[in-house]
């Protein structure tokens, strides 16, 4: 079932169970209403007969006992009031009596039965000769042993009476009878105005429901759309425009941002993959070259054996021993890359001024005729302290290489700013835009050593810890590179020991 047919019949239940219920309390209000005008009419009619009985029982209570013995075959129609007809004795002709007198109804009253009973359940006086209205165990205890006046429902001949029954003076009780015929006909017709006008009413809830569910899935359904168009095509750039602010629209926007996500996601993904591609090509074309050179040597050597020059053999061997540390360098600075992108979690808050005085440091003793002046403010910053160790290591190697040898080198830290100035040839400015991708070595430097991706693996370090590098040409000659990363205030004089075992240095360290 779909979910528009389930909205319109939610909505058609709704609206059929409001309309049954507000049928429902339409019926009981309107017969309890016309219920209680007759319960009314008999209660009138009640308080008039026992007017009158009081009044014939004050004129002539004999002689109305005497009329009522006078007849043996059944109960003896009431006399008639003080004032009717008499015989020639003087005493009342019996005739057919209503216990409400010769006066006429009221407005809306109608006509019922009456019937007197004595304590032992004796007919004694009844308004129709044909009509005997029927009398239960509660009717009995009320002659006998009084209480208060109750209704009750009754069928005699076929007709739906209401009754009342009225205690009496002297054990007797007052039974007055109604027909509801004209109730019943009312309520059967209201009965099925309110069928009709339900079942009217349930068919148009229906038919709107429909309308309704149909405007309202409408966004979902264009939600689908596109979510099927998507996943067939996967063609990132469809969007739903929202149709306002409510529940739909935010789904709407939700699923618009969702498909920038994802658009953005596989972006990434394509990117990635092209520059894994584009990495295993370069480090394919860099090993050839080691591999090619270390297989031909060692087929030389191979090929002569013992008959090979000393002084060629010691070449071969020192080439040999190059070409192993060439492949063992670049096959490092492949796994450093490889392992830059994966998510680092090991970060902690440094001091990166120590940092770059202990590279410095190490630098100062694998090249003793480096000239390297450090200028260090202290810093802290949150990183990752290997990954900042190899970066900061890769520059100053660089500047080595570069520079002329017993040049000075330049390196300064302030305000989350590394410099480190060499004062070589420089960059050209045809490779600037170029020195930190991967692999890409100027042609300077092509003839020598170094696999091109000292540099780049720099620039994955700055842009995992949110910083920048930038290389520029110095003036007066040299190159200048600046790595920038977020710091944070300098610690205070007294804080001696931040960091991975650290001390405070001074802010200037010269030559050794």
Excluded: C, W
Aim: glycine share 10%; hydrophobic share 40%; net charge positive.
């Amino acid at each position: 079932m779909s979910f528009r047919r389930r909205i319109a019949i939610a909505s058609a239940s709704a609206v059929a169970v409001a309309v049954l219920l507000a049928s429902l309390l339409v019926y009981l209000l309107t017969s309890q209403q016309l219920r209680s005008q007759v319960d009314s009419q008999l209660r009138s009619r009640g308080r008039n007969a026992q007017q009158v009985l009081r009044f014939l029982g004050a004129a002539q209570p004999q002689r109305v006992g005497l009329a009522a013995r006078s007849v043996p075959q059944g109960p003896a129609e009431l006399p008639a009031p003080a004032g009717g007809a008499v015989t020639s004795r003087g005493t009342p002709r019996l005739e057919p009596f209503s216990l409400s007198g010769k006066l006429p109804p009221n407005p809306g009253q109608v006509r019922g039965y009456q019937q007197v009973l004595t304590s032992d359940g004796s007919i004694v006086a009844r308004s129709a000769p044909g009509v005997t209205l029927p009398i239960d165990a509660r009717t009995r205890r009320l002659s006998k042993a009084g209480g208060a006046s109750f209704f009750r429902d009754a069928q005699v001949h076929g007709i739906h009476l209401r009754l009342l029954a009225e205690p009496l003076s002297g054990g007797r009780v007052l039974q007055l009878a109604q027909p509801l015929t004209e109730v019943d006909s009312l309520l059967g017709r209201l009965r099925l105005i309110l069928l009709l006008l339900g079942a009217g009413g349930i068919a148009l809830a229906a038919l709107l429901g429909r309308i309704v569910a149909g405007a309202a899935v409408r966004p979902l359904k264009r939600l689908t759309e596109t979510t099927e168009h998507v996943a067939v095509t996967q063609d990132l750039s469809q969007r739903i425009e929202p149709a306002g602010v409510d529940e739909l629209g935010r789904l709407a926007g939700s699923f618009n941002a969702m498909l920038d996500a994802l658009e953005g996601s596989m972006s990434a993904l394509d990117a990635s993959v092209h520059a894994q591609r584009q990495l295993v090509a370069d480090a394919s074309h860099e090993l050839r070259t080691p591999v090619t050179s270390l297989r031909t040597n060692i087929e030389i050597l191979q090929r002569q054996g013992g008959e090979v020059d000393p002084q060629e053999r010691a070449r071969l061997l020192a080439d040999i021993v190059e070409q192993i540390e060439e492949l063992t360098l670049l096959v490092n600075d492949l796994i450093d890359l490889a392992r830059g992108e994966e998510p680092r979690l090991d970060t902690e808050e440094l001091r990166l001024d120590l940092l770059v005085h202990e590279v410095a440091a190490r630098a100062r003793r694998r090249s003793t005729d480096s000239r390297l002046s450090l200028e260090l403010e202290p810093t802290i910053v949150k990183g990752v302290p290997d990954r900042l160790e190899r970066a900061v290591g890769n520059l100053i190697d660089n500047a080595i290489k570069y520079g002329h040898k017993g040049a000075p080198l330049e390196v300064g830290l302030r305000a989350g700013e590394l410099t480190v100035r060499d004062h070589g040839p420089g960059i050209s400015s045809v490779d600037l835009p170029h020195i930190f991708d991967r692999f890409y070595r100027g042609a300077d430097a092509r003839g020598r050593p170094g696999s091109g991706l000292g540099l780049a693996i720099v620039r994955q370090v700055a842009g995992q810890h949110g910083g920048t590098i930038v290389a520029e040409q110095a003036a007066g000659g040299g190159t200048l590179m600046r790595l920038r990363l977020p710091y944070e205030a300098p610690p205070a004089p007294n804080d001696r020991h931040i960091g991975a075992g650290h001390e405070l240095v001074s802010a200037t360290a010269g030559k050794p």
